[in-house]
């Protein structure tokens, strides 16, 4: 197909697609309104019944705690099947050792850089493992802070360089982290159905409303799913940045 073809079939669809983009536009509840009671009725009685103040936390982990847990695995799958595509293609083995590209300049990394990018990789668990752990009661919970978390690896990798980053990345590590993580969130169903209770019925102490560990088992869920987008996310840096890797002799592609 031509680059005049390409664009011109763009055209049509986007004249297609127009009426239907500007009625939905135009149609639109006003800004806060909605048509459903669900939300009110979440903010009316979660405080009352979990002890917890952040709505999305008790909605997440409590009221729709199944739904959430398939998006868990969802995510594992997702990243098993990345990491096998990609391992598939390249082989199995690791190393340390960075690719290069012929007659490209190596540029060295200042004290500076090292410094700046080693307390900022601190301060960002810091900042992860602090919205974490107060899913109940601010904004945050384990996915936002298990994003937060493997985005420090990122900041390793550009203070410490490959071989340095490749030597704290430990995959077994992140990958029991993941699975860990994803598995912890089902044994908190299954222990609630061995007690004779729905599953992922919240069975223990729901703590103090505004306290940082309240909300019984949602903090056990909380924690499972930080773990699991952690290792996760780290898990995927990990295997995106093997692509570039030297090989080793007898190595695959």
Do not use: K
Not at 9 to 34: D, I, R, S, T
Not at 85 to 91: H, I, V, Y
Not at 100 to 126: F, H, Y
Not at 168 to 191: K, P, Q, S, V
């Amino acid at each position: 197909m031509t680059r005049r073809a390409r664009l011109l079939l763009c055209v049509l669809a986007a004249a297609c697609l127009l009426p239907a983009c500007l009625h939905v536009a135009l149609h639109m509840p006003p800004f806060g309104a909605h048509p459903l009671p669900y939300g009110e009725a979440i903010n009316a009685l979660a405080t009352r019944q979990r002890h917890v103040t952040n709505m999305v936390s008790a909605v997440n982990f409590d009221y729709r705690g199944l739904d959430t847990l398939g998006e868990e695995f969802m995510l594992l799958g997702a990243v098993t099947g990345t990491a096998v595509l990609l391992r598939g293609s390249r082989g199995e083995q690791l190393t340390a050792r960075p690719g290069r590209v012929g007659n490209r300049p190596v540029a060295p990394r200042s004290d500076a850089v090292v410094l700046i990018c080693r307390a900022l990789a601190a301060l960002t668990v810091l900042f992860g493992v602090y919205v974490v752990l107060h899913a109940m009661t601010t904004p945050g919970g384990g996915f936002q802070g298990g994003a937060i978390i493997a985005a420090a690896t990122a900041l390793i990798f550009l203070g410490e360089g490959y071989r340095g980053w490749r030597r704290i990345m430990r995959t077994g590590l992140l990958d029991a982290a993941e699975g860990g993580g994803a598995a912890l969130y089902a044994l908190c169903g299954f222990a609630a159905m061995a007690a004779g209770w729905p599953f992922l019925h919240n069975f223990l102490p729901l703590g103090t409303p505004r306290d940082v560990f309240s909300g019984g088992l949602m903090q056990i869920e909380n924690a499972g799913v930080g773990f699991a987008v952690a290792g996760g996310f780290a898990v995927l840096f990990v295997e995106f940045l093997e692509e570039t890797r030297a090989e080793r002799d007898g190595d695959g592609a």
